[in-house]
T-cell receptor
Framework: DQQVKQNSPSLSVQEGRISILNCDYT??????FLWYKKYPAEGPTFLIS?????DKNEDGRFTVFLNKSAKHLSLHIVPSQPGDSAVYFC???????????FGTGTSLTVIP | DAGITQSPRHKVTETGTPVTLRCHQT?????MYWYRQDPGHGLRLIHY???????DKGEVSDGYSVSRSKTEDFLLTLESATSSQTSVYFC???????????FGEGSRLTVL
């Protein structure tokens, strides 16, 4: 059973606009959430993370929002750039466990 | 970049043959993971290790075994490869088991 879900397989956005990628989880024990970016033929690279004690974390153009009551997190990219075109995975872990659970990914295309 | 090397990067083999993928790290991280990436499934955990000779199963462990005799090396073995094991395999490492996860570049395995 998928504990981390990304329900949008793909997303297209115009350059300069905001990209919003969504992720839902089912396990209330998760307390650390991460976003990864993956280009073709490369390994995923860490983008940004958030602890469950926060509801927002920013790093430059990237902001992650966490809504614990809804078990939902989102990644905002503003402004979107063509180089942001990639597959984005969200992941979750718990401080009491040793595993990371990943969603199925969202393929973002930023149109110049 | 985290020092993670996967070998081989590409391999084509036949059904029924044994295959071993190697992951080598230079970061001295305690935790090491093997994931497979398949379309529509995202990244799924096969096995992970939380120390030398300490391993545990992930969500898709059937048909795979692992070994970790040194901190820096984590081997994934397919005892008798099947076509359903055609995939891209990623090794990942983590210092704490809950924080950031760093990935290797992947090993593409094709089982004919």
């Amino acid at each position: 059973d998928q504990q981390v879900k990304q329900n949008s397989p793909s997303l297209s956005v115009q350059e300069g606009r905001i990209s919003i990628l969504n992720c839902d989880y089912t396990n209330s024990m998760f307390d650390y959430f991460l976003w990864y970016k993956k280009y073709p033929a490369e390994g995923p690279t860490f983008l940004i993370s958030i602890s469950s004690i926060k509801d927002k974390n920013e790093d430059g153009r990237f902001t992650v929002f966490l809504n614990k009551s809804a078990k939902h997190l989102s990644l905002h990219i503003v402004p979107s750039q063509p180089g942001d075109s990639a597959v984005y995975f969200c992941a979750a872990s718990s401080f009491t466990g040793n595993q990371f659970y990943f969603g199925t990914g969202t393929s973002l295309t930023v149109i110049p | 970049d985290a020092g993670i090397t996967q070998s081989p990067r590409h391999k084509v083999t036949e059904t029924g043959t044994p295959v071993t993928l190697r992951c080598h790290q230079t970061e001295n991280h305690r935790y090491m993971y093997w994931y497979r990436q398949d379309p529509g499934h995202g990244l799924r955990l096969i096995h992970y290790s939380y120390g030398v000779k300490d391993t545990d199963k992930g969500e898709v462990s059937d048909g795979y075994s692992v070994s970790r005799s040194k901190t820096e090396d984590f081997l994934l073995t397919l005892e008798s490869a099947t076509s359903s094991q055609t995939s891209v395999y990623f090794c990942a490492i983590s210092e704490t088991g809950t924080g950031e996860l760093f990935f290797g570049e992947g090993s593409r395995l094709t089982v004919l």
